[in-house]
């Protein structure tokens, strides 16, 4: 008897076990077998799993659909797929509707195109892809990913990372954007909520954005590797990159190019409001159609900004020769508790002429004073 009800337990497990096994495992679905891609993401239940989307361009008129916004649940791990970056194609016709919505743990959005409703003098409210709890929710999102994505012409923000209330309440925490190439973005390529931690960037570009580029809150986010451009025909815009109260932001290995011509360019950097620990490590600067670099800002209250080895290039003519003002400006400081601290290590500055060893700069107002607390470390001499 104890051999018999041995052998049937084993037989029962044995049975059991390939059909536990087939339901946990998530499924794939092919959005061409639904109405919309909508329809595809919400069959998936709350198992979650990937929907697959085959090479095309989707609208409100195509089937499938694309409607904005494309909403991946809450509470639910779901993976969008397309073709390829160009060969899949969601297009939107409303100006004021986000693309896409990622509104929980482990979703992602890769190997597609979201191209958004903005016109030339015509603005909307519609972002591109926003990560952020569903309203009303108070979870945290953590390990979202874009991969392999271009959005394209959002009438507002090209990518908005929010974080809705308190830190203990909702906020988005080491999320992942890998080759995520965002342009022509209305109102700034990226916003990083103050409530939101360890988002990272790696290869990024961020090209012919109005607003300023990428606005930096929040703490421990790190860009590698990552293209911040205007070309030609770019917009006039404010900062390629504005650190607004941060801390422990890095920026390694990334360029900055502005190619416009007859503009009033801001700062490519700027650094304010008690902003900390900044690390600007091995970025190049470069201007193809200015003389003055304008290259970094920081403003008073900001501490721990270390410069490492920056290279700035700007255009020396017979008409137009190199003005070495403005590489690196520091504001002046009213009182001792604005003082900023900027250690600046090593860095070279060239032209069609010569090379030239990096200035830092005072740009002062009303009441300010010079600021004393710049250090440098193996500046080189000029060759």
């Known amino acids: ?18 059909h536990s096994l087939h339901a946990a495992k998530a499924p794939y679905l092919n959005a061409a077998d639904f109405p919309s891609i909508q329809a595809a993401i919400d069959a998936l239940g709350k198992q979650g799993g990937t929907v697959l989307i085959p090479p ?23 993976r969008v797929v397309g073709a390829g970056r160009e060969a899949t194609n969601l297009e939107s016709h409303n100006p004021n509707q986000d693309l896409c919505l990622i509104q929980a743990d482990f979703q992602s959005v890769e190997q597609l195109t979201l191209t958004g409703a903005a016109i030339f003098g015509l603005k909307g409210r519609g972002n591109g892809v926003v990560v952020a709890s569903a309203r009303g929710d108070k979870t945290v999102i953590s390990h979202a990913a874009i991969r392999d994505v271009v959005i394209r012409r959002a009438p507002r923000l090209g990518l908005e990372i929010r974080g809705q209330r308190s830190p203990s ?3 988005a925490i ?5 080759e995520v190439s965002i342009e022509a973005a209305g109102g700034g390529a990226v916003a990083i909520g103050p409530t939101c931690t360890t988002q990272f960037f790696r290869g990024c570009t961020f090209i012919d954005f109005e607003g300023s ?5 929040g703490m421990g986010h790190q860009f590698l ?7 030609t025909g770019g917009p006039l815009s404010q900062e390629f990159v504005l650190l607004d109260g941060c801390k422990g ?20 950097v700027r650094v304010r409001a008690r902003a900390s620990h900044i690390n600007v490590d091995e970025c190049l600067f470069s201007r193809f159609a200015s003389n003055r670099v304008l290259g970094i800002l920081v403003e008073p209250g900001a501490r721990s900004v270390t410069i490492t080895n920056p290279l700035f290039g700007a255009r020396d003519t017979d008409a137009q020769r190199f003005d070495p003002r403005d590489q690196i400006t520091v504001r002046g400081a009213k009182t001792d508790e604005d003082a900023v601290g900027v250690t600046l290590v090593g860095g070279i500055v060239g032209t069609a002429r010569l090379y030239y060893p990096v200035t830092v700069t005072d740009s002062l107002r009303a009441g300010e004073r010079r600021q004393t607390g710049i250090q440098r470390v193996n500046q080189p001499t000029t060759k």
């Open 1 to 18: 008897m104890r051999i018999q009800l041995g052998m049937t337990i084993l037989l029962l497990a044995g049975v059991a076990a390939p």
């Open 56 to 78: 095309g361009r989707y609208d409100s008129t195509t089937v499938p659909a694309f409607v904005p916004p494309l909403r991946l649940p809450p509470h639910t791990p779901v």
């Open 169 to 171: 309440d909702s906020l």
């Open 174 to 178: 080491l999320c992942n954007y890998e």
């Open 213 to 217: 580029g990428v606005r930096v809150q």
């Open 225 to 231: 590797n990552c293209d911040f451009e205007q070309g």
């Open 249 to 268: 932001v890095d920026f390694r290995n990334c360029w900055f190019e502005d190619q416009r011509a007859g503009t009033a360019p801001a700062y490519f």
